[in-house]
């Protein structure tokens, strides 16, 4: 439901605004991507590891200080989004000035959806979401009578907010800031170096649009931006599997370490077939009169850029099987040496690529990098596995009285 209705906001906007001003809204649009990753690195993420499956008592104290860690970093976050619109100007500035009013609300809800996730409660996610998509259509339909990248990022924000609003009420939680430095502090193990990873991924994502904007110009932003929301049915489902994985994977670890494995390639595998399923026909069965109707004058120069954001997207969705799987046996000192690898694979190949040939250089270098990325997460999971096996043997093996002693490094999550 949430990439849906990301979907139809890019669909709205492109279709509304054209390409320079879309691509503003793109810029806006992929540091939000960036804050999002930084709140979930800090609050979310070590939610998922440390609290999926636990007593209701326990789950309601870690949400109630996970959430007040998403309205802080939102709130920080929206200050310096506003500082760096002011000093922008222009449609870019307006933007992110926007985009600062709306982030604390925004935070706040993807809070709520990871915890409910945590606890079982796939439901109330699924309402929080659709409540989102439904506050869209007036506020949408406000903004385009008068058209402009302000109005659009703020009926987006506002959708977001009445959300947050309502997934409030269905925890019946007060989220509470003032124990997010505690919260911070008790999870600083998980929760730094999960920052570290998900920034070092979406900050490759925002540095390749910024650099391919510097040396293409923004337009260039709003055609692989517009590439890429040809794919969002797709994130549909990328996106409501990532949500779960974790928890999931969580659960999978705790019956065999030997299952492992198992499901987290069934996962891998399933999102990138569905993928290349989709892309395959968007390729050869979208009509060019349809791809107009979508993307207005941005279809001209995306539909070169279709195949691709199809074999990236292809390797991103198996790659998210390893990343489930690392997240799950709480190893984060491996999951972010590859993180960083593949973000540097990412960056260098999709900047390298737009200085060479602009957006459709940008969209086959990140492709060939998100491929080369693959070997790197798969051993990385491989090694980690081994770890794990080796260290429950050794637990076999040891009395029963020093069993409490024993410990696996960076294992203290299970």
């Known amino acids: 439901m949430t990439s849906l209705v990301s979907f139809i906001v890019g669909i709205v906007v492109a279709r509304s605004l054209g390409a320079l001003e879309f691509g503003a809204f793109s810029l806006a649009w992929v540091t939000y991507g960036v804050v999002v990753n930084i709140s979930r690195g800090l609050a979310t993420d070590p939610l998922a590891v440390r609290f999926s499956g636990v007593e209701r008592k326990i789950w309601r104290t870690a949400v109630a200080s996970s959430s007040g860690m998403a309205i802080v970093v939102g709130v920080a976050c ?10 922008l100007g222009g449609h870019t500035g307006a933007a992110f000035i926007a985009l600062g009013v709306v982030l604390p609300g925004l935070m706040l809800q993807d809070s ?4 409910f996730f945590a606890s079982g409660q796939g439901g ?13 259509v007036p506020l949408l339909y406000l903004a385009s009578h008068d058209a402009s990248v302000t109005r659009f990022v703020l009926a987006w924000g506002g959708a977001g907010i009445f959300a947050a609003l309502v997934s409030g009420v269905q925890a019946g939680i007060l989220p509470r800031v003032s124990r997010a430095r505690y919260w911070l502090r008790d999870h600083r193990d998980l929760g ?11 900050g490759a994502y925002q540095l390749r649009m910024y650099g391919l904007g510097a040396f293409a110009g923004v337009a260039a932003v709003g055609t692989v931006r517009g590439a890429e929301m040809l794919l969002g049915p797709f994130f549909i489902v990328l996106s409501g599997v990532g949500l779960v994985a974790v928890p999931e994977a969580a659960r999978v670890l705790r019956r065999s370490v030997r299952a492992l494995p198992i499901f987290c390639l069934l996962l891998g595998g399933a999102q990138a077939v569905a993928a290349l399923a989709w892309g395959l026909l968007l390729l050869f069965a979208l009509p060019d009169e349809w791809g107009h109707a979508l993307l207005g004058e941005v279809w001209v120069t995306a539909s070169a850029l279709v195949l691709p954001a199809t074999l990236s997207v292809t390797w991103a969705g198996f790659n ?7 997240r799950a046996l709480g190893i984060a000192r491996r999951s972010l040496r590859a993180q960083l690898c593949a973000s540097s694979f990412y960056l260098v190949g999709g900047v390298v690529g ?5 957006a459709r250089g940008s969209a086959w270098g990140a492709a060939c990098a998100t491929f080369s990325a693959t070997f790197v997460w798969w051993f990385t999971l491989r090694r980690g596995i081994r770890e794990r096996k080796r260290w429950e043997s050794e637990m076999d093996t040891v009395p029963i009285e020093t069993v409490g002693q024993q410990e696996l490094p960076e294992m203290r999550s299970t």
């Open 192 to 202: 730094l170096r999960y920052l570290t990873e998900n920034l070092t991924l979406s």
């Open 354 to 358: 737009g200085a060479v040939g602009g």
């Open 320 to 326: 998210t099987g390893a990343t489930a799987g690392l």
């Open 112 to 115: 709520w959806r990871f915890a």
């Open 124 to 136: 109330k996610a699924f309402i929080s979401d659709i409540t989102w998509a439904l506050a869209l």
């Open 78 to 87: 929206g200050a310096i989004c506003a500082a760096v619109g002011a000093a």
